[in-house]
């Protein structure tokens, strides 16, 4: 078995100080330079090199549809010289020394940052790679490593020939270059190219394999009843006719709920279905959405902790009332999200004979599961193996800084006694009521535009739950940075601004939900920018055009009215609506075109111009924006989890917790700016402008401002 | 009680629950894990099979109407349609995460059986009780045409 090595860290950290992330990250850095110092050289980190001559990526980010797996492929791809169709992609193993996110410092995939945290170090990887194998023909052959060229795969010196795999063993024998040399922009192949994805053909033919599939031998399949109030524990329970299903092993009792273990799903199910439970609601959250609806609003309306300030928004906002000039005062209010990933929470537990464990689930902060895992087994993390498994989306709500779910999987596992292997699987129930919810946010702004469109103050208090306090994201931080990403510095000039916040406590638990505190802040932005322009008579392009700061910015929001023929005479039944908004270092700007269909707003197409820097796979670049967009859209008007009575969850499935289906899908045009600029993220950037987008052409058509969201929510709770 | 039925072409006896899901049969006594679970009722798609070559959701078919049936998963498609489905979805990369697209691949596959040339309508109707929360449907809708254009 030939195999390779992992290139210098140095250098890879540098390369990657500019971007601005989605997530707060106290850990950046530190750790991973602390760790793998003292192991600069593991061998077989990231590259596998087979005598059968497949070139195995270690992907250290997990791949739940973003398309990693491909990108990395591509980087390692590119400095190797390799040939598309030899490339192959395996989940690293739960190992923070070798895998970390150079961004997190902790093995973690999330904040759009595969490729930007990947970039420098993938293609080190495979130039490293690229070295040692010349090195070896050169070795081989008795000739100068500079008379050698690889190309498709192949190594070839005057009239030898080789393939990477016949290479393999003799490259594993050879020191490492210290500094291999990456490729200039010229001379790429694969990066910026489009390639079919890696795994879309096990996916298009059911034979990807995701946690849900696992069936160990003598397995059992567990289900869960939770509290019906977040914090609510169980008072007592009968589950004699419970267990007196066929096919029921056993019921045990965990802090997260109770769990029913039986020999297949659906008797685990009908179990479930039977057990008596009688909840305590001491210490739960018992408030109804009405009751916490106001808590958030009226935080909103109240000055919170200053987050950002310049100049001096309150004498501004004075003068300009003097002045008689337009004040634009308006309040917004974003519902919880659920993120409903297609595949419900999993995992699959067993002891092997030695008595160690293997966990396989979609672990997206290995680093973090490994660790809880431990601590609820009361096991050292070495006996513990943490495998990595393709899971069906995430959207974020894999990426729990608490690992709940592991920590639910692992008490499960251990009250089983832990005999037989376990599959413990949330139903979709579990997952619509399970909380771990974008969190409602709410947002108060004051501001003043002149009619030549220049912004003469702004006010702004947002109220939402703190994401990370707590947790080990926590930075101690007064106010959380991913409730005021995307507006403390503001995109467009403004010199007197202030944004102040507060972080409410509730009970019920948040999660970041794809583009995190982008979901509301860009919504804000941009409807009230248009809004303001509107009723200044200005252009909803220009009048942005005048006022952006970055070019970059400028440059999408100029490419995407282009692309739309903003200007053009439309049909008066059909309005476009436009924002640009930066997320996770990427700009984006979309142009919707809407119209009123039945009472129901109908999206029919939308324009997207992106610069996320240096384009990786511009195949997966559409997809993501086309993801984005369908995502977010679903979202914007139809989505919002509420909670009833004694604070119970109202939805529990699709039914009441919609999805956009293929009939409300528009159609999609993207236009990719290319870029020198290092990669930033895709994966959430597409979804921040989407829902400004629509609203502000629903205002245009009809003069109705949606500043609530949902547009639509449960009116129309079908749909087909 | 036993109930027999034939699964992907072979002749296949349970004696489970005749209650049990068919979605259950096939995946936990049968071990075909393409069909996926994501709803459990009828909402979702992920879980379609085709049963006497319609689309059925498999995870509200209680196993005991199944008796005699001719179940079809997608470890079992075949013809021109499959082929040109499965080709055009990896021609333009369909799936991201992947989850929901044996369901949308089974449901794809029945469209062009009945309607090779399917309208945008034809389409949205076929396919609209299949979720993808990735919101792949600008592929899946390109994908059906360049399919119907193969068969
Ligand atoms: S699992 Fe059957 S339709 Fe969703
Ligand atoms: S590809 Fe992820 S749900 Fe459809």
Redesign the interface.
């Known amino acids: 078995m030939g195999t390779v090595f992992n290139p210098s860290r140095r250098g890879v950290l540098a390369g990657s100080g500019a971007l601005v992330l989605g997530l707060a990250l106290p850990l950046k850095g530190k750790k991973v330079l602390a760790q793998t110092s003292s192991n600069p050289f593991a061998p077989n980190a990231f590259i596998r090199i087979a005598p059968d001559n497949t070139v195995t990526i270690l992907s250290k980010h997990i791949e739940f549809g973003q398309g990693p797996w491909t990108g990395l492929a591509t980087l390692v791809a590119e400095e190797l010289d390799a040939d598309w169709d030899q490339m192959r992609v395996e989940h690293a193993p739960a190992d923070v020394t070798k895998y970390a996110n150079v961004l997190f410092g902790v093995q973690g995939t999330g904040g759009s940052t595969a490729m930007a945290s990947s970039y420098t170090q993938m293609r080190q990887a495979g130039a490293t790679a690229r070295a040692m194998l010349v090195q070896a023909a050169a070795e081989k052959w008795g000739m100068k490593p500079s008379a050698i060229t690889v190309s498709d795969g192949i190594v070839r010196g005057s009239s030898n020939s080789a393939t990477f795999g016949e290479l393999a063993e003799a490259a594993s024998k050879i020191e490492p270059p210290v500094e291999p040399t990456l490729k200039a922009k010229k001379d790429f192949k694969f990066i910026g190219t489009d390639r079919p994805k890696i795994d879309s053909l096990r996916k298009s033919t059911g034979t990807a394999e995701f946690t849900i599939d696992l069936y160990r031998p003598n397995m059992l399949v567990a289900v869960a009843a939770h509290p019906p109030a977040f914090g609510g524990t169980l008072a007592s329970m009968d589950d004699r006719e419970a267990r007196n299903v066929k096919g029921v092993v056993d019921i045990v009792t965990v802090p997260q709920g109770v769990a029913v273990l039986a020999e297949n799903t659906f008797a685990a199910l009908k179990a479930r279905d039977k057990l008596v439970l009688n909840w305590s609601d001491d210490g739960a959250e018992t408030r109804d959405s009405a009751a916490l609806r106001q808590l958030f609003v009226d935080a909103a309306r109240t000055d919170g902790i200053e987050a950002a300030k310049t100049g001096d928004a309150a004498v501004a906002l004075a003068a300009a009332e003097e002045d008689g000039t337009f004040i634009h005062e308006a309040e917004f209010y974003f519902p919880f999200l659920a993120h409903a990933t297609m595949e419900p929470l999993d995992a699959v537990l067993e002891r092997a004979e030695d008595g160690s464990v293997d966990v396989w689930m979609g672990s997206q902060i290995q680093t973090i599961d490994h660790g809880t895992l431990a601590a609820v087994l009361g096991m050292d993390q070495s006996n513990i193996r943490l495998n990595t498994m393709l899971a069906g989306g995430s959207f974020g709500r894999l990426a729990t800084p608490t690992a709940h779910f592991a920590a639910e999987a692992a008490a499960i596992f251990k009250a089983s006694g832990m005999d037989r292997p376990v599959k413990f699987m949330w139903t979709r129930t579990n997952d619509i009521k399970g909380g771990y919810y974008r969190p409602i946010a709410t947002h108060k702004v004051r501001a003043a535009m002149d009619r030549s469109g220049d912004i003469l103050g702004w006010e702004q208090t947002v109220a939402s739950q703190s994401l990370t306090k707590g947790t080990p994201f926590d930075t101690g931080a007064e106010v959380d940075a991913t409730m005021i990403e995307g507006i403390k510095e503001p995109y467009y000039e403004m010199p007197d601004h202030r944004l102040t916040a507060h972080m409410v406590d509730i009970g019920v638990p948040p999660l970041w939900w794809r583009s995190v505190g982008h979901t509301h802040t860009a919504y804000v932005m941009e409807t009230m920018i248009d809004e303001m322009l509107e009723k200044q008579g200005l252009h909803p392009v220009s009048g942005r055009m005048r006022l952006l700061k970055d070019p970059r910015e400028k440059a999408v929001l100029a490419r995407v009215a282009e692309m739309a023929n903003f200007n053009r005479k439309m049909n008066p039944e059909r309005k476009l609506g436009v924002a640009v908004h930066k997320s996770f270092g990427t700009y984006c700007a979309q142009v919707a075109e809407v119209s009123m269909k039945n009472g129901k707003p109908k999206v029919h197409k939308v324009w997207c111009a992106v610069d996320c820097g240096q384009p990786i796979n511009p195949n997966v670049i559409r997809a993501q924006i086309e993801g984005g967009i369908g995502y977010g859209l679903g979202a914007v008007l139809f989505d919002e989890i509420t909670l009833g009575q004694g604070g119970k969850v109202d939805q529990s499935n699709f039914h009441d917790y919609r999805s956009l289906r293929i009939h409300e899908m528009p159609q999609i045009e993207v236009a990719i700016i290319d870029s020198d600029e290092n990669p930033t993220g895709i994966g959430e950037p597409g979804t921040p402008p989407i829902g400004p987008a629509i609203a502000n052409a629903l205002r245009r058509l009809d003069g109705t401002r949606h500043h609530n969201l949902p547009i639509i929510g449960l009116n129309d709770p079908v749909g087909v | 009680m036993a109930i027999e039925l034939t699964v992907n072409g072979k002749s296949v006896k349970t004696d489970?629950?005749p209650?049990?899901?068919l979605l259950?049969v096939i995946?936990?006594?049968m071990?075909l894990?393409?069909?996926?679970?994501?709803?459990?009722?009828a909402?979702?798609g992920?879980c379609t099979v085709h049963v006497n070559g319609e689309t059925r959701r498999s995870c509200v078919t209680p196993v005991k109407f199944m008796e005699g049936s001719e179940v079809t998963?997608?470890?079992g498609l075949e013809g021109k349609e499959a082929s040109a489905v499965?080709k055009a979805?990896?021609g333009i990369?369909?799936?991201?995460?992947?989850?929901?697209?044996?369901g949308q691949?089974m449901s794809a596959v029945a469209l062009l059986k009945k309607v090779p040339n399917p309208s945008d309508e034809d389409?949205?109707t076929a396919?609209?009780?299949?979720?993808?929360?990735?919101?792949?449907?600008?592929?899946?809708?390109q994908a059906i045409k360049n399919a119907a254009k193969e068969v």
């Open positions: 489970v629950d209650d049990t899901p259950w995946r936990d006594e071990k894990t393409g069909t996926k679970f994501g709803c459990g009722m909402q979702c992920a998963t997608i470890e499965q979805w990896t990369d369909v799936p991201q995460c992947g989850y929901c697209q044996s691949v389409i949205d396919m609209n009780g299949n979720i993808c929360r990735c919101a792949t449907y600008v592929r899946i809708r």
